[in-house]
T-cell receptor
Framework: NAGVMQNPRHLVRRRGQEARLRCSPM?????VYWYRQLPEEGLKFMVY????????ESGMPKERFSAEFPKEGPSILRIQQVVRGDSAAYFC????????????FGPGTRLTVT | GENVGLHLPTLSVQEGDNSIINCAYS??????FIWYKQESGKGPQFIID?????DKRQGQRVTVLLNKTVKHLSLQIAATQPGDSAVYFC?????????????FGTGTRLQVTL
């Protein structure tokens, strides 16, 4: 049973370009979460999605960031017009439902903005 | 605001000794807690979880203790091994309602010396 998959694992973008990060949840999981981690810090919640719905986006910056989880295909975290401060590791997690369920994390995408 | 924090940023333990990693939380509404292990360049890996109606839970070589009176969580690792070297995060979840995001602490780096 494959775990949470994320791609690309490493992404380099110049300032002003767009970054697209993909996440495929574990089989049977319909809940996806995105977190951001700066070096030597804990993970910070960004957004929680179910299929075709954004449930909680309280951690998303108001501008340039968006997320989706379509009926078919992976969840996408999109960052437009990237700036150097966007450089971080972005982790996706999935769970089979809400409640007392652990979240399983993917290997992350390391975004570097030059 | 509400936060989950750790007392020690780095903990050095000799191989074979027991390790204790502590975590303080301030959100009394949290009812589910998880410990994650994160190795360099990887995503967080689930270790053990505990619900707020419990005060102790044991796994393989690990024990989590929850003291709701003082809002304190600890992870005990028995017979620490070199492979236990990593950063350990506690995370809290408020299960009630639709919110299911994890709030992470800043992490404790465990260094196992030979």
């Amino acid at each position: 049973n494959a775990g949470v998959m994320q791609n690309p694992r490493h992404l380099v973008r110049r300032r002003g370009q767009e970054a697209r990060l993909r996440c495929s949840p574990m089989k049977g999981h319909s809940h996806v979460y995105w977190y951001r981690q700066l070096p030597e810090e804990g993970l910070k919640f960004m957004v929680y999605l179910q299929k075709e719905n954004i449930i909680d986006e309280s951690g998303m910056p108001k501008e340039r960031f968006s997320a989706e989880f379509p009926k078919e295909g992976p969840s996408i975290l999109r960052i437009q017009q990237v700036v150097r401060g966007d450089s971080a590791a972005y982790f996706c997690a999935s769970s089979p439902g809400t409640g007392f369920y652990e979240q399983y994390f993917g290997p992350g995408t390391r975004l570097t903005v030059t | 605001g509400e936060n989950v924090g750790l007392h020690l940023p780095t903990l050095s333990v000799q191989e074979g000794d027991n390790s204790i990693i502590n975590c303080a939380y301030s959100n009394s509404a949290s009812d589910y807690f998880i410990w994650y292990k994160q190795e360099s360049g990887k995503g967080p890996q689930f270790i053990i979880d505990i619900r707020s109606n419990m005060d102790k839970r044991q796994g393989q070589r690990v024990t989590v203790l929850l003291n709701k009176t003082v809002k304190h969580l600890s992870l005990q690792i028995a017979a620490t091994q070199p492979g236990d070297s990593a950063v350990y995060f506690c995370a809290e979840n408020r299960v009630a309602g639709t919110a299911s995001k994890l709030t992470f602490g800043t992490g404790t780096r465990l260094q196992v010396t030979l």
